[in-house]
């Protein structure tokens, strides 16, 4: 019902910048949350920031404060993932993800609908 297609994956060095996004389609109206995350080879789905789309609370992990921002834009249902002072740690697959019901935006369950990820690769 909600498709999510996410693009701005690439290889950096360290202490560089990247912005991803993430547009959404489908039944956009019914997004209550949105956010992102990401999953090196051998680790768990880590969650790195959410919001949720009506009243604008925003959640940062705690790897990721101060070095990211998450922002959308309402007119291209369209959230953004700004990555600043990248680590090689910060590298791994980021998903865009989104749900539609009243959950906390910290947790997994909130989010059903995901995209097919993209590869950031942040070298030493």
């Known amino acids: 019902q909600i498709q999510l297609v996410e693009s701005g994956g690439g290889l950096v060095q360290a202490g560089d910048s990247l912005r991803l996004s993430c547009a959404a389609s489908?039944?956009?109206?019914?997004?209550?949350?949105m956010g992102w995350f990401r999953q090196a080879p051998g680790k768990e789905r880590e969650f790195v920031c959410g919001?949720?789309?009506?009243?604008?609370?925003?959640y940062y992990g705690d790897s990721v404060k101060g070095r990211f921002t998450i922002s959308r834009d309402n007119a291209k249902n369209t959230v953004y993932l700004q990555m600043n002072s990248l680590k090689p740690e910060d590298s791994a697959v980021y998903y865009c993800?989104?749900?539609?019901?009243?959950?906390?935006?910290?947790?997994?369950?909130?989010?059903?609908?995901w995209g097919q990820g993209t590869q950031v690769t942040v070298s030493s």
């Open positions: 489908g039944r956009t109206f019914n997004i209550h949350v």
């Open positions: 919001l949720i789309w009506s009243g604008g609370y925003i």
């Open positions: 993800a989104a749900g539609d019901g009243d959950y906390s935006v910290r947790s997994r369950i909130a989010y059903k609908y």
